[in-house]
């Protein structure tokens, strides 16, 4: 019932941007924490920002601070990461992620294991 589909990636050189979408559907999203991951070849899948819906609390990885922006559109139900200064280390496949029925307090936004929907990505690739 509910499904995250994500868009907006591409390829870009070093120092461009970009900015990627999801869209959630079967379930509006009022006081629940979502979510971009991104997983690269040979790596573990890692958090990179999430927020807290409604509230707007957000949460960013150090390797992104600065430079990517996670927004929320509640009217639209939409999520987006505005990515900049992008780097060629930023290669991955994005992911969005929401957490839904889970009455425990969140520890971590950025740990996979807190998520219970995901989505099936979108590829963003930097080159030099």
């Known amino acids: 019932q509910v499904k995250l589909v994500e868009s907006g990636g591409g390829s870009v050189q070093a120092g461009g941007s970009l900015k990627v979408a999801c869209a959630p559907t079967?379930?509006?999203?009022?006081?629940?924490?979502m979510g971009w991951f991104r997983e690269a070849p040979g790596k573990a899948r890692e958090g990179v920002a999430a927020?807290?819906?409604?509230?707007?609390?957000?949460h960013y990885a150090d390797s992104v601070k600065g430079r990517f922006i996670i927004s929320e559109d509640n009217a639209k139900n939409m999520v987006y990461l505005q990515m900049n200064y992008l780097d060629p280390e930023d290669t991955a496949m994005y992911y969005c992620?929401?957490?839904?029925?889970?009455?425990?307090?969140?520890?971590?936004?950025?740990?996979?294991?807190?998520?219970?929907?995901w989505g099936q990505g979108t590829q963003v690739t930097v080159s030099s």
């Open positions: 992620a929401a957490r839904l029925l889970r009455p425990e307090r969140v520890v971590d936004p950025l740990q996979r294991l807190e998520y219970t929907h």
């Open positions: 079967g379930y509006h999203f009022r006081n629940e924490y």
């Open positions: 927020i807290w819906r409604g509230r707007g609390s957000t």
